[in-house]
Structure formats: structure tokens, C-alpha cells
């Protein structure tokens, strides 16, 4: 029974916060799709291997040699955990953002890209420089692969081409149907990366069985602490292309040229795409939570976030005032992830009364989506949207929404609390005035 499952031990776990009502009470943090919390056994696992890291690829001395077998065995953990292909490159990278941008420098002469207005920023933007179509919304799964389909179907089918898909929205936490859209591509000589910031930190995400041929995540949502992430797939056009970076570690050989120039030869290996000392502890630290949460039983983990899931949804439901937003329907798959508005409010202040009122951390804004939370709240985009934008009176149009998610270390309490204190807040309305200053809200 899920709902008997304990949370992972997760850092901050027990920290207090003060009340602007008087007294104070544990953080509840329901973020987790901005920074997840990091799992306390990849902390003491980085706390225990900490002592002993060194300068990897570069020194002679015994913990040089060990931080080096550590970190090229944090690849096979990493490709394993994905369920990579043989053959696959695992390169490591500061997030997802950094990865989809290494992939964008990689891409073949002439290369289509295709991509859902929907996404991310991340997965949105490092394109412009290549020809790039933007897909309309889709408004149920199915439509998503009609819509692929008939782009790709009217592309030079000779040319190369990309499709970037998110795996779980970080605004709606919808399933997108991955491995359908990824079949599409493929039929249409196209090849797909798969952005699974939103998808790895809560599902199982297996290269092989959809058939992906990249796929990008970042440490610091996977309950890894920050600056690491992952580029991992198909070896062929990251090694053909010139390296993200140029400087050691990429470069096998460097020699003066008899014209004065000089003449470099770049590994053909991940280590291509990764020059200068790379981090070290955030490459170890992501492959200690690919091992956590393998060993924790990720099918538990799914099962008890789907608990929570509706939970939260069941609670929204009975409160009229508030709107849940969704592409694909309300009752579509989701992970633990929820945007909604909430009639009469302005969605900054509804954050920082959950905040200031309950020491409850959710995230108010566009959520670096901002085609996405438009369509969905049916705003001009002209609209600003941001904290300080005009107060919803009934029956208007909020700018901007707020967004609770959550995952392996978030008890039952943290999304009771939370479903609670929305209840209290449409009901009684603000206690204390919100007003924003140097764009912050505060009570
Ligand atoms: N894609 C999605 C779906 C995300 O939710 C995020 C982070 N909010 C990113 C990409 C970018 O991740 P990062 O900030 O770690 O680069």
C-alpha cells in the first residue's frame, strides 16, 4: 500500500521556519520541479567520498587515479540507470540546459528541428541558430503524434532533422506520449532527444524502450545536489561535431604547425564535449542518486507519488475557485507536479501566504514556459506575468500561476498541510497583506 511507504530521507528535512502568524513550523518543500531536495544517502555518500577526490585524468598520485575511476564509473552507472544502448556516450554536463545546448552546437549541416511550443525554455530556445519549427499545442496525447507527423511528413526527407520533446511537463507534470512521438520521428528519418528533466527524477526512463536517441537531465532534480547533468545517446553526432568547449581534456594532441598555427586532435570519446577539470563531486553525486533510487525501488516510488498525486488533485477538486491547468485533460497522467490559479487572487500572493502562513514552498511565476502558461491561461502574450502583475479579480485572467510539486522525500503531511492551507486561504482570504518589492513578495 503506498500510502504506508515512508519518504526517502531527504536534506532540510527537519528545518523550521518562522510564521509571519507567530511561532514556526518544518518547511514543508513542494518545489521539487524547480531543485528537488538531495537524498540524504547521496549527501553521506559525497560526505564519505569526499576526503579522497582528486583532479581526474590528470594526476599520478593514488587519488587521482581513484577520483578517475570513480568518475568514468559514474558513466556506466549513469548508462545503466537509462538503459542506455551499447555503444552510447554518457557526457557529462552542468544541467539539462547546458546538455539540450551541447546537442543544439552537435547538430549536422542543415539540420531540421522540430519542436513543441509547449516546452520548456531550455528545450524551446538553443535551436534558433538551426531551421526550427515550432509545433502548435496539442490538446491530448494523440494529437501531439498527429501534429509531429504532418510536420515532418511535409520536411526535405533527405536532410537530417531533431525532434525535442519533454518527457513530464515541469508546468502540468503530464506524460507526454515519448515513445509514440519518438516512432514518428523515426518513420520520418528524424531523430528525437528526449528532455527528461521533469521525467527522470520520477519515472524510470529507459533509452532503449523508447527508443530515444538522446536524452538530458539535471543532478540537482534527480536529489543530487547542484552543477551536474547529463547528455546521453547515439556517439555519431557528438563526435562528429567540433567540442562544446575547446581547451584540455578534450584534446588528445596539440602541436605547432610549420605555419605558425596549430593543429589539435580532439578525443573521440565523451571527454570531447567535457574540457577543463570537470566537477567531480556533481558527476559522483548524480550517479550515488541514480544508485539511490534504483536501490529504493523505483516502482514504489511511483506508486506512492502517485498517492500523493491524487491526493492533491482530489483536494483541488473540491475547492470550486480553483483551476487546474492541463493540455491533455485533468485526469491525465501526471507526475508530482500541479500548476493551477485560484479565482480572485493574484498568484504571487497566493504563494507568499502559503509561504509566509504555513511555511509552504511552491513556486508562483511562468515557470520558464511562458508559451505554455500562456496558452494554458488563455493570456495575451504580451502580458508580463510576473510577481506584481495586476491582482485576478473574479471572473478576469491571472498573468501568471502557481506550481506544487514534490517527490520521493515529500510525506504524506507536506501535501496535507498543503491542500489545507488552499482550502483556508479561498475561504477566509489573505490575513496579511502581500505587496511586492524589489520583485519579491512579502507579506
Ligand atoms: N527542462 C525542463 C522540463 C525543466 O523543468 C527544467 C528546469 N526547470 C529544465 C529543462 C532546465 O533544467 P536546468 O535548469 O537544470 O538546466
Do not use: M
Request: proline share 6%.
Amino acid at each position: 500500500d503506498p500510502c504506508c511507504e515512508a519518504p526517502l530521507p531527504v536534506l532540510g528535512r527537519d528545518v523550521t521556519v518562522p510564521l509571519v502568524t507567530g511561532g514556526e513550523v518544518t518547511y514543508a518543500a513542494l518545489d521539487y520541479a524547480a531543485s528537488a531536495p538531495a537524498l540524504q544517502r547521496v549527501w553521506d555518500d559525497v560526505a564519505a567520498y569526499a576526503p579522497y577526490y582528486g583532479s581526474v585524468h590528470r594526476g599520478a598520485g593514488y587519488l587521482s587515479q581513484l577520483s578517475t575511476d570513480l568518475f568514468e564509473n559514474s558513466r556506466t552507472t549513469v548508462a545503466e540507470f537509462l538503459d542506455c544502448r551499447p555503444g552510447d556516450q554518457v557526457v557529462f554536463t552542468r544541467s539539462t540546459t547546458d546538455s539540450l545546448n551541447l546537442l543544439a552546437r552537435a547538430l549536422p549541416d542543415g539540420c531540421q528541428v522540430f519542436v513543441f511550443e509547449t516546452e520548456h525554455h531550455a528545450s524551446l530556445l538553443p535551436w534558433q541558430d538551426a531551421c526550427v519549427t515550432y509545433l502548435d499545442a496539442p490538446r491530448t496525447p494523440s494529437q501531439a503524434v498527429e501534429t509531429l507527423e504532418r510536420a515532418l511528413a511535409d520536411r526535405d526527407p533527405y536532410g537530417p532533422a531533431l525532434v525535442c520533446v519533454t518527457g513530464a511537463s515541469n508546468v502540468t507534470g503530464e506524460l507526454w506520449p515519448v515513445r509514440e512521438l519518438a516512432a514518428a520521428a523515426h518513420a520520418h528519418g528524424a531523430r528525437i532527444v528526449l528532455d527528461a528533466a521533469q521525467l527522470a527524477p520520477h519515472h524510470p526512463v529507459s533509452v532503449t524502450g523508447l527508443d530515444v536517441d538522446w536524452v538530458a537531465f539535471s543532478g540537482h532534480k534527480l536529489y543530487a545536489p547542484f552543477g551536474s547533468g547529463v547528455l546521453a545517446g547515439r556517439a555519431d553526432w557528438l563526435q562528429d561535431a567540433d567540442p562544446y568547449l575547446a581547451g584540455g581534456g578534450a584534446s588528445r594532441t596539440v602541436a605547432r604547425r610549420a605555419d605558425g598555427g596549430v593543429d589539435v586532435e580532439w578525443h573521440t570519446t565523451a571527454a570531447r564535449h567535457e574540457a577543463g577539470s570537470p566537477n567531480v563531486i556533481g558527476v559522483y553525486a548524480i550517479a550515488a542518486a541514480c544508485k539511490a533510487l534504483t536501490d529504493a525501488g523505483f516502482d514504489r516510488l511511483v506508486a506512492r507519488e502517485r498517492h500523493l498525486v491524487e491526493k492533491v488533485r482530489t483536494g483541488l477538486a473540491g475547492v470550486p475557485q480553483v483551476k487546474v491547468l492541463s493540455l491533455f485533460g485533468d485526469d491525465a497522467p501526471r507526475v508530482g507536479v500541479l500548476s493551477f490559479v485560484v479565482e480572485g487572487w493574484n498568484s504571487s500572493h497566493f504563494a507568499a501566504a502559503l509561504s509566509a502562513e504555513y511555511g509552504i514552498g511552491v513556486r508562483d511565476g511562468l515557470f520558464c514556459a511562458h508559451p505554455l502558461v500562456r496558452t494554458l491561461l488563455g493570456s495575451d502574450p504580451q502580458d508580463v506575468g510576473a510577481c506584481g502583475a495586476p491582482e485576478a479579480r473574479p471572473g478576469e485572467r491571472s498573468l501568471n500561476a502557481i506550481r506544487v510539486s514534490f517527490g520521493a522525500g515529500t510525506p504524506d503531511e507536506h501535501v496535507d498541510r498543503f491542500v489545507g492551507a488552499v482550502k483556508e486561504l479561498v475561504r477566509d482570504g489573505a490575513r496579511w497583506s502581500y505587496r511586492t518589492e524589489d520583485g519579491r513578495c512579502v507579506p
